[in-house]
């Protein structure tokens, strides 16, 4: 990638009139850009600046080298014998097999989340599978255009295959400048499905933004999807902060055998953009979600704490809420019909509690269960049906 391409792509493009046309049929699309449905409301920049480059914790990156699973093409010659299986590939990319498709989420096998080759967060292990060693994709799914999750040299090897994409509205500009045919990329408003073999694929509303450069912030959409079979149901949140949608997206396509959901890059100066842990425990209860599968973690620094708290806390929330976690190690594979990955292979660290460092997303107070004066939740008086109900 030359510095020339790296500089324009910085700067950032701006959709056509016609795409300006055709993102106007979005209710997502007001005044000119794509909006959250709940205002996002940011702490000083500055301030936020200035911790990410001079403060945050002594531990934000791996001081010894990380227990990954290298991976292969012979390790995925046998398909799930259960018709579901989940690898965590780092940070937010996923392979997952289901209804015998295989589908590749926010694959990202560049050194740097960035779109320069020596700036940006590095990230803390090479790629555990070569692209030339993938076995056959059916389908790639982006879920919005950062850095830490779409890819141009990825996405413009895993093209030249014939391998067809799937994008919220406005990605696929993105995809079209990179010399990558519309007929290629299928792209989706929020709530809007796409059917690959057995599955129903069904984009689904987050909280979050979009903006690969200076000025091109809210000019595509940005989503998680749900993926639904006969025999299985799996969420992927993307990114996003607490909303009100995670109760719809519930009600309209679980409960979920898996949910694979962020948990990491929090802070409370950001908290209208991504969940922390405690919250992303909320939503998946919210979402009707049985295995939880922490993402979004352990491969960039792209926050001010540790690199191990997220996930600590969240196994914390987890439990005092009852809900099964999975921690696989960077590239293992598993079958949630055989068991969960459950071993700690993270070094201990120390970290923050939620009560030393709280995360909170704005105007969703209602969508937590009252603590009384004894510190208990308040369930009394709720009907079962009711959502906000702790389970």
Same mark, same amino acid.
């Given at each position: 990638?030359?510095?020339?391409?790296?500089?324009?792509?910085?700067?950032?493009?701006?959709?056509?009139?016609?795409?300006?046309?055709?993102?106007?049929?979005?209710?997502?699309?007001?005044?000119?850009?794509?909006?959250?449905?709940?205002?996002?409301?940011?702490?000083?920049?500055?301030?936020?600046?200035?911790?990410?480059?001079?403060?945050?914790?002594?531990?934000?990156?791996?001081?010894?080298?990380?227990?990954?699973?290298?991976?292969?093409? *012979?390790?995925?010659?046998?398909?799930?014998?259960?018709?579901?299986?989940?690898?965590?590939?780092?940070?937010?990319?996923?392979?997952?097999?289901?209804?015998?498709?295989?589908?590749?989420?926010?694959?990202?096998?560049?050194?740097?989340?960035?779109?320069?080759?020596?700036? *940006?967060?590095?990230?803390?292990?090479?790629?555990?599978?070569?692209?030339?060693?993938?076995?056959?994709?059916?389908?790639?799914?982006?879920?919005?255009?950062?850095?830490?999750?779409?890819?141009?040299?990825?996405?413009?090897?895993?093209?030249?295959?014939?391998?067809?994409?799937?994008?919220?509205?406005?990605?696929?500009?993105?995809?079209? =400048?990179?010399?990558?045919?519309?007929?290629?990329?299928?792209?989706?408003?929020?709530?809007?499905?796409?059917?690959?073999?057995?599955?129903?694929?069904?984009?689904?509303?987050? =909280?979050?933004?979009?903006?690969?450069?200076?000025?091109?912030?809210?000019?595509?959409?940005?989503?998680?999807?749900?993926?639904?079979?006969?025999?299985?149901?799996?969420?992927?949140?993307?990114?996003?902060?607490?909303?009100?949608?995670?109760?719809?997206?519930?009600? =309209?396509?679980?409960?979920?055998?898996?949910?694979?959901?962020?948990?990491?890059?929090?802070?409370?100066?950001?908290?209208?953009?991504?969940?922390?842990?405690?919250?992303?425990?909320?939503?998946?209860?919210?979402?009707?979600?049985?295995?939880?599968?922490?993402?979004?973690?352990?491969?960039?620094?792209?926050?001010?704490?540790?690199?191990?708290?997220?996930?600590?806390?969240?196994?914390?929330?987890?439990?005092?809420?009852?809900?099964?976690?999975?921690?696989?190690?960077?590239?293992?594979?598993?079958?949630?019909?055989?068991?969960?990955?459950?071993?700690?292979?993270?070094?201990?660290?120390?970290?923050?509690?939620?009560?030393?460092?709280?995360?909170?997303?704005?105007?969703?107070?209602?969508?937590?269960?009252?603590?009384?004066?004894?510190?208990?939740?308040?369930?009394?008086?709720?009907?079962?049906?009711?959502?906000?109900?702790?389970?």
């Amino acid at each position: 990638m030359s510095l020339w391409h790296s500089l324009r792509e910085g700067i950032g493009f701006r959709p056509s009139r016609s795409d300006r046309q055709r993102y106007a049929n979005s209710p997502q699309w007001r005044d000119g850009r794509f909006r959250p449905t709940l205002a996002r409301k940011d702490g000083s920049m500055l301030t936020a600046a200035m911790k990410f480059f001079f403060g945050g914790n002594q531990h934000r990156s791996p001081d010894a080298p990380i227990p990954v699973v290298a991976r292969k093409r *012979g390790d995925f010659d046998m398909p799930p014998t259960t018709g579901l299986r989940v690898t965590w590939l780092g940070h937010s990319t996923l392979l997952l097999e289901i209804a015998g498709q295989r589908i590749l989420i926010d694959p990202v096998w560049s050194e740097r989340a960035s779109g320069f080759r020596s700036v *940006g967060p590095r990230r803390f292990f090479p790629p555990l599978i070569s692209l030339a060693d993938l076995p056959p994709i059916d389908l790639v799914v982006l879920s919005h255009d950062h850095y830490d999750h779409l890819d141009e040299s990825v996405v413009r090897e895993l093209a030249a295959r014939g391998i067809p994409f799937l994008a919220p509205l406005g990605v696929g500009t993105d995809l079209a =400048r990179w010399g990558i045919a519309a007929s290629q990329c299928t792209e989706l408003d929020w709530w809007e499905s796409f059917r690959i073999g057995g599955i129903t694929i069904t984009a689904t509303p987050a =909280r979050h933004f979009s903006s690969r450069g200076l000025l091109d912030h809210g000019q595509s959409l940005w989503c998680g999807f749900a993926f639904v079979s006969d025999r299985h149901r799996v969420y992927y949140a993307g990114d996003t902060a607490m909303q009100d949608e995670f109760i719809a997206i519930g009600e =309209r396509l679980g409960p979920f055998d898996l949910v694979m959901i962020e948990v990491g890059a929090y802070n409370a100066l950001w908290a209208d953009v991504h969940l922390g842990p405690e919250q992303a425990v909320r939503a998946h209860q919210l979402a009707r979600g049985v295995v939880l599968l922490p993402i979004h973690w352990g491969m960039f620094d792209l926050a001010l704490h540790g690199w191990t708290e997220p996930i600590e806390r969240t196994l914390e929330a987890a439990m005092d809420a009852g809900i099964a976690v999975a921690t696989p190690r960077p590239g293992e594979s598993f079958e949630l019909a055989n068991g969960i990955p459950a071993e700690r292979w993270w070094p201990d660290l120390p970290w923050q509690r939620a009560a030393e460092a709280p995360v909170r997303s704005s105007g969703v107070d209602h969508l937590f269960p009252a603590v009384n004066a004894s510190g208990a939740a308040e369930t009394a008086g709720r009907d079962a049906g009711d959502p906000l109900r702790t389970p």
